[in-house]
């Protein structure tokens, strides 16, 4: 049974780029969030979407928008790149909203140079 | 508003030690506690939660914690560490799903095993 899959696994882009994260959730599962890990630092709540809607949004700028599909997957847009926008990206799958199961992919190391 | 304080950034500690990771949290309504380990270049792995009933919670690896509401800790412990649990420690808090149940992280713990 496979886990929460995130692609790619790194990425190096430059300022002023767009981005797009994947993240695949686990079997059975039907909610998605999205966390961002900088270097040093405790993961931060970006958003989550459940029902291809954004339910809740943590405190980052329009540039972080994100989308999800009818299979459940979801993409995480990121533009017009900063140079601290360089983090870890993590997703994480839940069946609905309840957060006692979570589940995490392995991220996505983002490099904005 | 919910928050978490780790207060300890690094430990290092004595292979077969035991050792305590300290946790505090801060919130206003009924909470949900986690801890999560996370190795060099990997994503977040669950240690063990707490959502209700003992307030001693028993987790993978040989790791337990302690619910303390009057104190709004959450202390990590395990009784004899081993070289493979060197990595990086985080506490977590959610509410409930009418407060939204997004989690917020401490900045972590870094334990070190010893030899």
């Known amino acids: 049974d496979a886990g929460v899959t995130q692609s790619p696994t790194h990425l190096i882009k430059t300022r002023g780029q767009q981005v797009t994260l994947r993240c695949s959730p686990k079997s059975g599962h039907d909610t998605v969030s999205w966390y961002q890990q900088a270097l040093g630092q405790g993961p931060q709540f970006i958003f989550q979407?459940?029902?291809?809607?954004?339910?809740q949004r943590g405190n980052f700028p329009d540039r972080f928008s994100g989308h999800q599909f009818p299979n459940y997957s979801s993409e995480l847009n990121v533009n017009a790149l900063l140079l601290g926008d360089s983090a870890l990206y993590l997703c994480a799958s839940s069946l609905g909203q309840w957060p006692g199961g979570y589940t995490f992919g392995s991220g996505t190391r983002l490099t904005v140079v | 508003a919910q928050s978490v304080t780790q207060l300890d950034s690094q430990v290092p500690v004595f292979e077969e030690a035991p050792v305590e990771l300290r946790c505090n949290y801060s919130?206003?309504?009924?909470?949900?506690l986690f801890w999560y380990v996370q190795y060099p270049n990997q994503g977040l792995q669950l240690l063990l939660k707490?959502?209700?009933?003992?307030?001693l919670v028993k987790g993978i690896n040989g790791f337990e914690a302690e619910f303390n509401k009057s104190q709004t800790s959450f202390h990590l412990r395990k009784p004899s560490v081993h070289i493979s649990d060197t990595a990086e420690y985080f506490c977590a808090v959610s509410g409930s799903t009418n407060t939204g149940n997004q989690f917020y992280f401490g900045t972590g713990t870094s334990l070190t095993v010893i030899p």
């Open positions: 979407y459940y029902e291809e809607e954004e339910r």
């Open positions: 919130s206003s309504v009924s909470v949900y």
């Open positions: 707490y959502l209700s009933g003992s307030t």
